[in-house]
């Protein structure tokens, strides 16, 4: 029989993450800060409202996290009503959020005192993965805690990979992300060019994502660009966050991301827009700002 499972966050991703560990058999205890989201998930999904972590943490014998920082992650394992207290012996936490790899090492030193299992395993793919059960999963931590992990892994990402000891999942997701951002960044500027000089932008779109210009984020992101559709797969401010993060990394070992510091300042200047909750594609309107062009 699967594991019962505690699932700390009900956002946009985890919302669908808790539902596909309910579909691979996982009895799921759900705690989320507004509990009406947590109510109404197990009145579709079935399992259990958990009153706290604590209290999602009880019984369970994985307790994933899905929530914005790491803050938020050392509150809901080690704060007042933390996972941490509801726990059994051995209790394995598996934490999914992007955080800064530190921080991952500081909670993983602070569960493992108290006997338990943790593996950093931050996740790509946006909602529609989510979805699906398909996600990429880039996992830190013991070969151990990894296999244990696995089963989890399994329901809910299809892309598993140990990527080192733990806080290294964090550094291969923030990295990642950044590439992501200042591709999309990049998009933006493309789209803004191709639209002051001229140019048939469908034409545009079609060239990018043949040629030797192709990536991911012309397959996701021109067409919600061109329609100005910024419904949120992945909000802006959590992009921004993870950019932060990965300059602060490259930072300490002084390997400089010159574009991801363009991209972070372009964020930045969206945020100062409003667009904060909106999806990332939404940088488009503060490169439309700076030329003066809108699609």
């Not at 909670?107 to 059960?133: M, W």
């Amino acid at each position: 029989m699967a594991e019962p499972v505690g699932f700390v966050g009900l956002g946009i991703m985890g919302s669908r993450m808790a539902a596909c560990l309910a579909r691979a058999g996982h009895p799921v205890a759900v705690y989320n800060r507004t509990a009406e989201k947590a109510e109404a998930w197990v009145e579709e999904h079935g399992g259990r409202v958990a009153a706290s972590p604590a209290d999602a943490a009880e019984g369970a014998a994985v307790v994933i996290t899905m929530v914005v920082d790491g803050p938020q992650v050392e509150q809901v394992l080690l704060g007042e009503e933390g996972a941490v207290h509801g726990a059994a012996a051995g209790t394995l936490f598996i934490d999914c959020s992007t955080i800064a790899p530190a921080d991952a090492r500081r909670i993983g030193a602070a569960l493992a005192e108290r006997g338990h299992g943790f593996v950093d395993a931050p996740v790509s793919g946006s909602s529609p993965k989510a979805q699906d059960g398909t996600l990429t999963i880039m996992a830190g931590g013991s070969e151990d805690d990894f296999a244990r992990a696995r089963p989890c892994f399994d329901a809910m990402g299809e892309n598993i990979l140990h990527v080192g000891p733990l806080g290294h999942g964090q550094t291969v997701k923030v990295i990642s992300n950044t590439v992501a951002a200042t591709n999309a960044a990049t998009l933006a500027q493309a789209l803004v060019v191709g639209k002051a000089t001229g140019v048939d932008l469908e034409a545009l779109v079609a060239v990018l994502g043949a040629a030797s210009s192709a990536s991911t984020m012309v397959t996701l992101k021109a067409k919600p660009m061109l329609a100005h559709d910024y419904t949120p797969l992945f909000r802006l401010a959590h992009m921004l966050k993870d950019v932060g993060i990965c300059l602060d990394e490259s930072a300490a070992v002084d390997a400089p991301f010159p574009s991801a510091a363009l991209a972070r300042e372009l964020y930045h200047a969206a945020m100062g827009r409003g667009l904060a909750d909106e999806d990332f594609a939404a940088v488009l309107e503060a490169v439309e700002g700076l030329a003066g062009v809108r699609l």
